[in-house]
């Protein structure tokens, strides 16, 4: 989707995505000391308000203005600061080396884009820095629910690993969220992968 498909996405609604960090992410980073994060394809900003929260220094990457704009209010409302940066992830470069930790939460792109924004990210991270990546699997399209529905934007473990270089994988597998779709119970899968540089 473009950035003007994404806008009209959001503006359709009060709150596209939950206010809550995700679930995946709040536990693989809650026992992370402080640093300097970058929040890829930030949205509404949930993850980059929680991490700043914490006491992370954050910076929160989207090209929908409609979305920076709520998270703009929301870390108002929070009482946080963070740096919100409006780009096309497939056009933007962070400094070599400046961010502890890389975060892409359900960032759905074609396979070659995918891999230029996490050779990016592995690039921006400094040495001990982690990425967190938490997406929806392919497999989510046979026994899971939600997510997008074209197999080119959806990844599986393996994918990532090969995408991300050098870095040192400290996890990588499917993980399994409950969510209820027309009042029934169903469970979603996606793909996290942690890895340090």
Same mark, same amino acid.
């Given at each position: 989707?473009?950035?003007?498909?994404?806008?009209?996405?959001?503006?359709? *609604?009060?709150?596209?995505?939950?206010?809550?960090?995700?679930?995946?992410?709040?536990?693989?980073?809650?026992?992370?000391?402080?640093?300097?994060?970058?929040?890829?394809?930030?949205?509404? @900003?949930?993850? $980059?308000?929680?991490?700043?929260?914490?006491?992370?220094?954050?910076?929160? &990457?989207?090209?929908?203005?409609? $979305?920076?704009?709520?998270?703009?209010?929301?870390?108002?409302?929070?009482?946080?600061?963070?740096?919100? &940066?409006?780009?096309?992830?497939?056009?933007?470069?962070?400094?070599?080396?400046?961010?502890?930790?890389?975060?892409?939460?359900?960032?759905?792109?074609?396979?070659?884009?995918?891999?230029?924004?996490?050779?990016?990210?592995?690039?921006?991270?400094?040495?001990?820095?982690?990425?967190?990546?938490?997406?929806?699997?392919?497999?989510?399209?046979?026994?899971?629910?939600? @997510?997008?529905?074209?197999?080119?934007?959806?990844?599986?473990?393996?994918? &990532?690993?090969?995408?991300?270089?050098?870095?040192?994988?400290?996890?990588?597998?499917?993980?399994?969220?409950?969510?209820?779709?027309?009042?029934?119970?169903?469970?979603?899968?996606?793909?996290?992968?942690?890895? *340090?540089?």
């Amino acid at each position: 989707m473009e950035a003007e498909e994404w806008d009209a996405r959001y503006a359709a *609604t009060d709150r596209l995505w939950s206010a809550e960090p995700n679930v995946f992410v709040a536990e693989t980073v809650a026992t992370l000391p402080p640093g300097r994060a970058v929040d890829l394809g930030c949205g509404e @900003g949930r993850n $980059a308000i929680w991490l700043a929260r914490r006491g992370w220094q954050v910076v929160g &990457v989207d090209f929908s203005t409609v $979305a920076l704009d709520r998270a703009r209010a929301a870390a108002r409302d929070a009482g946080v600061s963070v740096t919100w &940066v409006q780009a096309d992830l497939s056009e933007w470069q962070p400094e070599p080396g400046s961010f502890d930790l890389a975060v892409l939460a359900y960032l759905h792109l074609p396979a070659e884009t995918m891999s230029s924004v996490l050779a990016k990210a592995r690039e921006a991270l400094r040495d001990g820095g982690h990425l967190l990546l938490v997406g929806h699997a392919r497999m989510n399209l046979t026994v899971g629910v939600g @997510g997008p529905q074209d197999p080119a934007v959806l990844y599986e473990p393996d994918d &990532v690993i090969g995408w991300i270089g050098d870095l040192t994988v400290e996890r990588a597998e499917h993980v399994y969220r409950d969510v209820e779709v027309d009042g029934v119970p169903r469970r979603a899968v996606d793909v996290l992968v942690f890895a *340090t540089r």
